[in-house]
């Protein structure tokens, strides 16, 4: 069992992005899918998409998150991703900008207030998306969070 006791950093920052996207491309990144309420956690076991172990101990100033980086060396990396559905929130400049659409065989489900619009993807058997913009001045909302 491999032991974590603090968070790297986010695999978005450039510390981190270039060497990770590098082992990515040896398939040498490990997943740990965590639920909302285990991300809230400081301790806890889990096993990685792999089948390695974990036991993560982390400060109370430390919090898991979509992208942290649990491990990372020059063979291999560990990231932890969030389970389940993954939103996008959009905050259009202006009507024009939110009045938009791309059709594809995907479904979007989202919800939309005077001034952003959120939406949740689900990919289509062939894998790909669609995304609806709702009109700024619209209220309303589908889908759920």
Do not use: Y
């Amino acid at each position: 069992m491999l032991s974590i006791s603090h968070v790297l950093g986010s695999r978005l920052e450039p510390a981190f992005s270039e060497k990770i996207l590098r082992l990515e491309h040896h398939n040498a990144v490990d997943e740990v899918r965590l639920s909302g309420e285990e991300l809230e956690r400081h301790q806890l076991r889990t096993t990685t998409r792999n089948g390695q172990e974990l036991a993560i101990s982390l400060p109370r100033h430390q919090r898991l998150f979509d992208g942290a980086v649990l491990l990372l060396d020059e063979v291999s990396a560990i990231v932890v991703r969030v389970a389940g559905e993954r939103w996008l929130r959009l905050e259009p400049r202006s009507i024009s900008d939110a009045i938009s659409s791309a059709t594809t065989s995907a479904i979007w489900a989202g919800g939309w207030s005077a001034s952003r619009v959120r939406c949740c993807s689900s990919p289509s058997r062939g894998g790909q998306r669609t995304m609806l913009f709702a009109s700024a001045n619209c209220s309303g909302r589908a889908g759920s969070e």
